[in-house]
């Protein structure tokens, strides 16, 4: 450490410091964008028929979605983005195992409750469809071909 | 008595629990035909058995892992026997 305050003026000691500031912002600036770019949804399938698509973000507030299947009807709570499965009628669900399982918030995460063949996943969309974060951000100059 | 329990307890995708519905209404179809011959058939889905390669079925306290639709029929006539 001595030795290099003893090889550098207070010049490269001002670079550093700004290289190493700069880099930690731009660290910062990258991850809350492509946070951002991504919308995140809950899908539900019954008996292999998707039913339902839920927005499942951190922003949203508690909200419950209800959904048939069979002739019964089934309740998911979303929350701070995650979702979970409410306790269903004992009669088509009698371990409730799906509503044990609690809340899921990954999208490697899924609810499912076999006896009525339902399956909830999580899923991340691109709000920007193909683009990715570099291409999204460049300004798009039409082509002219004359 | 036959008793069948289907992990439907997976967090993950691991355990592909897609197939694991599937597994569950193969076994359902078995269901009558074993109370018709007045064999005590009992069906229920369960918490996570801890194996990990699904679709996981316990049947009379064995699991069995990467469940398939043959080797549903396998492991019925081999208790049936």
Same mark, same amino acid.
């Given at each position: 450490?001595?030795?290099?305050?003893?090889?550098?003026?207070?010049?490269?000691?001002?670079?550093i410091?700004?290289?190493?500031?700069?880099?930690?912002?731009?660290?910062?600036?990258?991850?809350?964008?492509?946070?951002?770019?991504?919308?995140?949804?809950?899908?539900?399938h019954?008996?292999?028929?998707?039913?339902?698509?839920?927005?499942?973000?951190?922003?949203?507030?508690?909200?419950?979605y209800?959904?048939?299947?069979?002739?019964?009807? =089934?309740?998911? &709570?979303? +929350?701070?983005?995650? #979702?979970?499965m %409410? $306790?269903?009628?004992?009669?088509?669900?009698? /371990?409730?195992?799906?509503s044990?399982? =609690?809340?899921? &918030?990954? +999208?490697?995460?899924? #609810?499912?409750? %076999? $006896?009525?063949?339902?399956?909830?996943?999580? /899923?991340?969309?691109?709000?920007?469809?193909?683009?990715?974060?570099?291409?999204?951000?460049?300004?798009?100059?039409?082509?002219?071909?004359? | 008595?036959?008793k069948?329990?289907?992990?439907?307890?997976?967090?993950?995708?691991?355990?592909?629990?897609?197939?694991?519905?599937?597994?569950?209404?193969?076994?359902?179809?078995?269901?009558?035909?074993?109370?018709?011959?007045?064999?005590?058939?009992?069906?229920?889905?369960?918490?996570?058995?801890?194996?990990?390669?699904?679709?996981?079925?316990k049947?009379?306290?064995?699991?069995?892992?990467?469940?398939?639709?043959?080797?549903?029929?396998?492991?019925?006539?081999?208790?049936?026997?």
């Amino acid at each position: 450490m001595g030795r290099l305050v003893e090889t550098t003026t207070v010049g490269d000691r001002l670079l550093i410091l700004f290289i190493i500031i700069s880099s930690i912002i731009s660290i910062f600036y990258i991850i809350q964008s492509s946070t951002d770019s991504i919308e995140r949804y809950a899908l539900v399938h019954v008996n292999g028929i998707e039913i339902a698509e839920i927005p499942v973000n951190i922003k949203n507030q508690s909200k419950t979605y209800k959904f048939e299947y069979g002739e019964n009807v =089934g309740v998911l &709570e979303t +929350s701070n983005g995650r #979702i979970r499965m %409410l $306790p269903m009628d004992v009669d088509s669900c009698p /371990e409730g195992i799906c509503s044990d399982i =609690g809340w899921i &918030e990954h +999208s490697y995460q899924s #609810i499912v409750c %076999l $006896p009525n063949k339902i399956v909830v996943t999580i /899923e991340n969309k691109e709000k920007n469809g193909d683009l990715d974060m570099i291409t999204r951000n460049q300004e798009v100059i039409p082509y002219d071909q004359s | 008595m036959i008793k069948v329990e289907v992990c439907s307890n997976c967090k993950t995708r691991v355990c592909d629990l897609n197939r694991g519905i599937d597994i569950y209404e193969e076994f359902r179809q078995y269901e009558e035909l074993f109370w018709e011959q007045e064999i005590e058939f009992n069906l229920s889905e369960c918490e996570c058995l801890g194996v990990c390669n699904g679709p996981v079925v316990k049947i009379n306290g064995k699991i069995y892992t990467e469940v398939d639709a043959d080797k549903v029929e396998f492991i019925l006539n081999e208790l049936m026997k």
